[in-house]
């Protein structure tokens, strides 16, 4: 029997409800690795624990909340006797309004939503990579909204450009204690967050993830839009000894889509979101 690549690690991947974060649990626990699932969502959260068995504790975690994030460190100890990945995974899109036009209130909200978030992460598992005596590594989702402008709503972008800042610097600071910090930075994955970032009725995600990738994703370099196990792939190669030599880096997953540049995608999903919200 081969080996997983995760055989033996302890893992927290916040957001693990839904989407990327849940495809993550499931590849991680396949490669052999017990995980802590945090998330606000309790009912999916729990059920997906259940589901997947023993390999996996799920405990309600605001990722803004410094509690919280301590809790989903202590249960990784407490049940599993360490921590080795820390993959910080959820956020929010909040508000989408332009930036001459966005609140400070509101902007500020993205931004702890978005970056705080993330620097409680990297506190709690450096300290207690710090308190094992033991190296780690933390994986943080950007976003190619973390790369350039005019992907996303304006102050996720500047939130998630921030990101990137931050796990650079995490980087150079904890790369003497043999803790890797790297970024991964998906382009649109069809998931019912990406949807439900559109305006569209939560009963009718995946309704709508299939009429997009069909009229969208026909263009793209790879002819379609990404999947979330397309980042968890990513996620389990940062996670495992394969990057043992990576640090500081941010890795688009993306089809290609930076690589050749925005071109009409973006007014394309405004005009194939208008047509099918228009039908409802």
């Known amino acids: 029997m081969t080996m997983g690549l995760l055989e033996g690690k302890v ?12 495809a ?14 945090g998330d606000i969502d309790d009912e999916n959260g729990k059920a997906a624990a259940d589901r997947i068995g023993g390999a996996v504790r799920f405990v309600h975690a605001d990722v803004c909340a410094e509690q919280d994030m301590r809790n989903l460190v202590s249960t990784a100890v407490d049940e599993f006797g360490r921590l080795d990945v820390m993959f910080n995974n959820a956020a929010a899109v909040g508000a989408r309004d332009r930036i001459a036009n ?16 993330v620097l409680l992460g990297h506190q709690v598992a450096m300290e207690q990579f710090r308190s094992q005596g033991s190296g780690g590594t933390i994986v943080s989702t950007a976003s190619i909204a973390s790369l350039q402008g005019g992907w996303g709503a304006p102050a996720y972008t500047v939130a998630k450009h921030a990101v990137v800042g931050l796990v650079r610097q995490a980087a150079a600071e904890f790369g003497a204690e043999d803790v890797r910090c790297n970024a991964i930075a998906p382009g649109p994955v069809l998931t019912k967050i990406q949807s439900r970032s559109y305006g569209v009725p939560l009963e009718r995600a995946e309704e709508f993830n299939g009429y997009l990738d069909r009229e969208v994703g026909v263009g793209q370099p790879l002819g379609r839009l990404g999947r979330a196990d397309d980042v968890a792939g990513v996620a389990l190669f940062l996670a495992s000894d394969l990057s043992a030599f990576v640090n500081g880096v941010v890795i688009p997953v993306d089809g290609g889509l930076t690589a050749v540049g925005q071109g009409a995608y973006v007014s394309s999903v405004e005009a194939a979101t208008k047509r099918f919200l228009g039908g409802i």
Do not use: K, P, Q, Y
Not at 24 to 34: D, I, K, S
Not at 106 to 111: A, E
């Open 24 to 37: 993550t649990v499931e590849l991680f626990v396949r490669h052999g690795a017990r995980v802590v699932m």
């Open 102 to 117: 966005i609140s400070v209130n509101d902007f500020s909200r993205v931004h702890e939503l978005v970056t705080v978030s």
């Open 11 to 22: 893992a927290i991947v916040t957001g693990a409800a839904a989407g990327i974060g849940l």
